[in-house]
């Protein structure tokens, strides 16, 4: 699924976050007798942000600079696999993700859009 079609189709990617990030690290964990992927990702750029509200949007004072994702081995639900040194987007928000892209297989089209993204505020109902 390309990344502009998966605004139709989920509607997690307009009320949830959308943000850029670059993997710096990965570790192997084991706890709860599974194995996980550690990866420590530094955030680049915050494109949504829905749980701020219009005062705070354009402040980074409340960005975390470093996220850590937590991915189940051999669990095809939570089995994701990323690349340290390589950016992504990421859509979701707290221990969901909806859909993981890699940056620079977005389209012109696509990386357009997150620039639009990033400059209009989101709407509160």
């Known amino acids: 699924m390309r990344f502009l079609e998966a605004e139709a189709t989920e ?28 990866y420590t990702v530094d955030l ?10 219009r005062k705070q949007w354009l402040s ?7 996220i850590n994702i ?7 639900r ?17 221990g969901v993700y909806d859909l993981v892209q890699r940056f620079d297989d977005l389209t012109r089209e ?3 859009w997150l620039r639009e993204l990033a400059l209009t505020p989101p709407k509160f109902d």
């Open 78 to 94: 939570c089995d994701l696999t990323l690349d340290v040194g390589e950016s992504y987007i990421v859509v979701g928000s707290m």
């Open 70 to 76: 937590f991915s189940r081995r051999g669990d095809t």
């Open 44 to 53: 680049d750029t915050f494109y949504r942000r829905p749980y701020i509200n």
């Open 110 to 112: 696509e990386k357009l």
């Open 11 to 38: 509607p997690k990617l307009s009320s949830g976050n959308v943000a850029k990030v670059k993997v710096v690290e990965e570790q192997e964990r084991h706890f709860d007798n599974e194995d996980h992927l550690r």
């Open 60 to 66: 980074h004072h409340y960005n975390p600079r470093t």
